[in-house]
């Protein structure tokens, strides 16, 4: 979906760096939401935003850290980055009253 | 504990022919359930949902689902089959446990493949 973008889109780093994803929208919706998909393990939760002071883990939230900017920023940190955190990154977002979630196109992100 | 289950890794059909591709939950309370597609490269795409009313719910690029309550299972339907819908199918229900936080727990996912 156009209306949510990430950046980077690719990005190969290595043990130990320091990396940050971001993600912005343009729908105007309030809640965000963080996620990495594996193969053979669909979607899993990292950290999600209600709005921009309301920040909560997800089920594997472990190894991350996000920041709320603004209603349409929401960024995700790898402090440290391991290989096990090599994966596939969405970004979403979903309207308060609406239950669908729409998501960006995903950051590869490949740690050596 | 709140699962989805899509019990088929890949689903083949050949264009024209009719595709089902398969999925099951496990959720506290009513269920909302929800049908994605990621086509390669790009992010899931929202096909459908079912919030309440309805057991059939139709939804994008001719796509259906079927709600069942007594089999806990909401399949995911086409009367024929595409060789552009060859991608890959989440089925995602809402995690009840959070209020209204609107917590999607996702299937595993399933390749369609559809031959030409």
């Known amino acids: 979906d156009a209306d949510v973008t990430q950046t980077p889109r690719n990005r190969i780093t290595k043990t130990g760096k320091r990396i940050m994803l971001e993600c912005s929208q343009t729908?105007?919706?309030?809640?965000m939401y963080w996620y990495r998909q594996d193969p053979g393990l669909g979607l899993r939760l990292i950290y999600y935003?209600?709005?921009?002071?309301?920040?909560n883990k997800g089920e594997i939230s472990d190894g991350y850290s996000v920041s709320r900017q603004a209603q349409a920023k929401f960024s995700l940190s790898l402090e440290s980055a391991i290989p096990n955190q090599t994966a596939l990154y969405f970004c979403?977002?979903?309207?308060?009253?609406?239950?669908?979630?729409?998501f960006g196109p995903g950051t590869r992100l490949t740690v050596l | 504990a709140q699962s989805v289950a899509q019990p088929e890794d890949q689903v083949n059909v050949a264009e024209g022919n009719p595709l089902t591709v398969k999925c099951t939950y496990s959720?506290?309370?009513?269920?909302?359930l929800f049908w994605y597609v990621q086509y390669p490269n790009r992010g899931l795409q929202f096909l459908l949902k079912?919030?309440?009313?309805?057991?059939l719910v139709k939804g994008s690029y001719g796509f259906e689902a079927e709600f069942n309550k007594s089999q806990t299972s909401f399949h995911l339907k086409k009367p024929s089959a595409l060789v552009s819908d060859s991608a890959l199918y989440f089925c995602?229900?809402?995690?009840?446990?959070?209020?209204?936080?609107?917590?999607?727990?996702f299937g595993t996912g399933t390749l369609l493949a559809v031959q030409p």
């Open positions: 079912y919030i309440t009313g309805d057991n």
């Open positions: 979403a977002t979903s309207p308060t009253g609406r239950h669908e979630q729409f």
């Open positions: 995602a229900v809402r995690d009840n446990y959070g209020g209204a936080t609107n917590k999607l727990i």
């Open positions: 935003s209600f709005d921009v002071k309301d920040i």
């Open positions: 729908k105007g919706h309030d809640r």
């Open positions: 959720v506290s309370g009513n269920p909302y």
